[in-house]
């Protein structure tokens, strides 16, 4: 028997609970134990929901019964989860989490710390909410070295963006109508900020090269600058912008940022629509590689929960080792990140000044009516970008997935 203890009985913890209960002989099946909730720790009370069985709200009832094998955090937040899940792997319990803010910030620590108990630090859950890309980057891409990840992430920005450009509808319009329909947050900074994206492009990247890779040190650009008048442009390129957290190393340099990118057609990310979240791994053996499917919500987070308390059964005492030192890994700067940008400068007739300043840039025909110029403009670094702007007045630039 495996006593599994829930702390947290929101959003993702009322589905963990729902799927142990609803697939139970299944899930005990497959880990080769019966399963069975023992513990759901929440502030709250709930009447008359099943959960009043084996409702606490005291975290001390649960990490001092030697009975819990597994504990599920999914309160979210660095505090207290971040003391709570210590407390449990040092008693150890393995821990499984979908609380992306916890692994970022803390992640090598808490796996040394598993390691050091014979016990599993997992969170499967924490980036791409339900689709597996963690057990894949740790048990699966262990022959590559990675030379880039590129992630759509964020599943209100990819609703927000699909809806500008099938519908032509503007950023205001399109946010106030996923907030009517729960898709984003009353507050929804964290989300067109960037920040979630940056949480989760942080993870990755500590994970594909082994070092910690600190968030605050992750470019972070959102989406609010983008507007319907960029999504005329890329109708008539064959491209999209998606926001993209992503990772690449460039001759030993890793670079990792957040930032909206124009996606062109044959890149698989281009067809990634709505609140869909997916992937991109590059391997230097094995070529792309994509991971696609619900990147929030319920039963589909809780389920990638679900499927580490099912591994951490079967691991028993073995600790899977998770290369992911705490080490800090310093990024390149976004000044020094080269890519070609999509531009829209004020005016017409400009042409001898951007090829002066840009070099031989790739034009799109705007309309007629609209005093601008927009191109590509050819590969360059973020500073000789800056450079070249200078003096022009403009409108929009966007980095180009290439
Ligand atoms: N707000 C996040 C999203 C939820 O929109 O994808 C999952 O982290």
């Excluded at 504990?71 to 003391?83: I, Q, R, S």
């Excluded at 996606?263 to 281009?270: E, K, S, T």
């Excluded at 030192?325 to 001898?352: C, H, N, W």
């Excluded at 309309?367 to 450079?387: L, N, R, Y």
Aim: contains cysteine; hydrophobic residues 40%; negative net charge.
């Amino acid at each position: 028997m495996i006593n599994v203890a829930i702390l947290g009985y929101g959003t993702v913890g009322s589905g963990v609970f729902k799927i142990i209960n609803e697939n139970n002989s299944h899930i005990s099946r497959r880990a080769g134990e019966e399963v069975r909730i023992k513990y759901v720790l929440d502030l709250r009370d709930f009447p008359g929901d099943p959960v009043e069985n084996v409702l606490v709200h005291d975290v001390d009832v649960i990490i001092e019964d030697k009975e819990v094998d597994v504990v599920v955090e999914v309160m979210g937040g660095v505090e207290p989860a971040h003391t709570f899940v210590k407390r449990a792997l040092e008693s150890g319990k393995s821990v499984c989490t979908s609380n992306k803010e916890l692994v970022a910030k803390h992640g090598a620590e808490l796996l040394e710390i598993a390691s050091n108990n014979n016990v599993n630090f997992f969170f499967e859950a924490s980036v791409g909410g339900g689709i597996p890309i963690i057990r894949p980057l740790v048990e699966c891409l262990t022959v590559d070295h990675i030379e880039e990840i590129q992630g759509i992430m964020n599943g209100t920005t990819n609703y927000i963006l699909t809806k500008m450009e099938d519908e032509g509808a503007d950023f205001d319009t399109v946010l106030k109508r996923a907030q009517e329909k729960g898709y984003a947050e009353r507050n929804p900074e964290a989300d067109i900020e960037g920040y979630d994206a940056c949480r989760k492009i942080a993870i990755l990247t500590s994970l594909a090269y082994e070092r910690q890779v600190d968030f605050e040190d992750i470019y972070t650009e959102g989406i609010t600058k983008i507007t319907t008048d960029d999504f005329k442009y890329m109708k008539k390129i064959g491209a999209s912008i998606k926001l993209l957290g992503m990772a690449r190393k460039v001759d030993g340099t890793t670079y990792a940022m957040v930032s909206p990118f124009v996606i062109y057609q044959d890149n698989p990310l281009y067809n990634v629509k709505n609140v869909f979240n997916a992937i991109l791994v590059k391997g230097d053996m094995l070529g792309d590689v994509m991971f696609y499917g619900k990147g929030a919500g319920s039963l589909p987070t809780a389920s990638a929960v679900v499927s580490d308390v099912v591994d951490a059964t079967k691991r028993g005492g073995a600790s899977v080792k998770v290369y992911w030192k705490k080490e800090k890994r310093v990024l390149g700067s976004i000044d020094a990140f080269t890519t070609p940008y999509f531009v829209r400068i004020k005016g017409t007739g400009i042409e001898k000044d951007v090829l002066a300043k840009f070099g031989d840039v790739q034009y799109i025909e705007g309309d007629a009516s609209q005093d601008e110029t927009a191109f590509i403009t050819p590969v360059m670094s973020g500073s000789e970008f800056e450079k070249a702007a200078e003096g022009f007045d403009i409108i929009s630039r966007i980095r180009v997935c290439d």
